[in-house]
């Protein structure tokens, strides 16, 4: 054998080589498509479900096909016209940006201290903090619901949102966002002669403006869809949440899904909303990350 027939053999099998290793990619590429597809599907379903049932009548609901046989918007004039709706709708929107903004500024504030700060007993009141996300919510409804009745708190926005005004992931997020911040900056503010607040404020709350995005969704879509505590702390039906209202159009001896779906659908306008204010800031936060591990 030649030394061109070993070269020529050599050069084929490299060749056969990279293509079934580009073929293994190919195919390993497929079934990941594959997956995230079939992923896809099955949040996206619920959804779907959701608004064909919004557009059906009564006696279809039960009707498990996707598209409805006679399409219709009745149910989103009735709702809509419904005046407890748009009251049970303003309720949950006005609950959920005030303790979304209580969150944004306490849960920011109580992180910087933790982080920047250096006093005896730091790390114990961050443990302490961190111990309460071990507490199921179900245990603290008796003492929420004690504390509200000895203070009058009951049938109230207040009632409502106290339990969520502060969160301990909240604190760890922030915590954890503020360590990115240099020190140096916050040095350089206290010689410029800005005062602690001010450089909380100023310095080093600008930076961690993607943490603050991702916050605000989170603590935003935890109370639009609150249902326990609002459920029990209020008696009154023009207190009433939105996930709280729309369980009163059904009861035991008839569920007005459709109705129900339709309300639904029409409360999740906000949060894709909040969602799109934010997501930039969200996506600007991972590209930092990336570039700086």
């Known amino acids: 054998m030649t030394a061109t027939d070993t070269q020529i053999r050599a050069t084929s099998a490299a060749l056969l080589e990279g293509t079934r290793a580009k073929q293994r990619r190919s195919l390993g590429q497929t079934i990941r498509w594959l997956l995230l597809f079939a992923g896809g599907i099955a949040m996206i379903m619920p959804i779907a479900y959701m608004l064909?049932?919004?557009?059906?009548?009564?006696?279809?609901v039960?009707?498990?096909?996707?598209?409805?046989?006679?399409?219709?918007?009745?149910?989103?004039?009735?709702?809509?016209?419904d005046g407890r709706f748009f009251g049970w709708f303003i309720n949950s929107l006005i609950i959920a940006v005030l303790t979304t903004v209580s969150n944004l500024f306490f849960d920011s504030l109580v992180g910087y201290t933790l982080c920047k700060f250096m006093f005896r007993g730091r790390q114990i009141v961050f443990i302490a903090i961190l111990s309460t996300l071990m507490i199921p919510t179900e245990m603290l409804v008796i003492p929420w619901y004690i504390m509200s009745q000895s203070f009058g708190w009951l049938d109230s926005y207040w009632g409502i949102m106290f339990p969520g005004l502060m969160t301990a992931f909240g604190v760890f997020?922030?915590?954890q966002f503020f360590q990115t911040v240099p020190d140096d900056f916050i040095e350089a503010a206290r010689i410029d002669g800005l005062n602690e607040f001010q450089i909380y404020w100023s310095v080093a709350?600008?930076?961690v403006?993607?943490?603050l995005a991702a916050l605000a969704i989170f603590v935003f879509l935890g109370n639009w869809t609150a249902f326990l505590w609002p459920l029990i702390v209020?008696?009154?039906?023009?207190?009433?949440?939105?996930?709280?209202?729309?369980?009163?159009?059904g009861d035991e001896a008839d569920v007005q899904w459709e109705l129900i779906m339709t309300g639904a659908a029409i409360s999740t306008l906000p949060t894709l909303i909040v969602f799109l204010i934010f997501q930039r800031f969200i996506i600007q936060g991972v590209a930092m990350a990336g570039l700086k591990g």
């Open 62 to 81: 039960y009707n498990v096909g996707l598209i409805p046989e006679e399409p219709h918007l009745e149910n989103y004039a009735y709702v809509l016209e």
């Open 209 to 211: 403006k993607p943490a």
């Open 234 to 249: 209020t008696t009154d039906a023009a207190l009433y949440t939105l996930p709280v209202g729309l369980s009163s159009f």
């Open 205 to 207: 709350l600008p930076m």
């Open 173 to 175: 997020l922030m915590r």
């Open 52 to 60: 064909s049932t919004s557009l059906k009548w009564p006696y279809e």
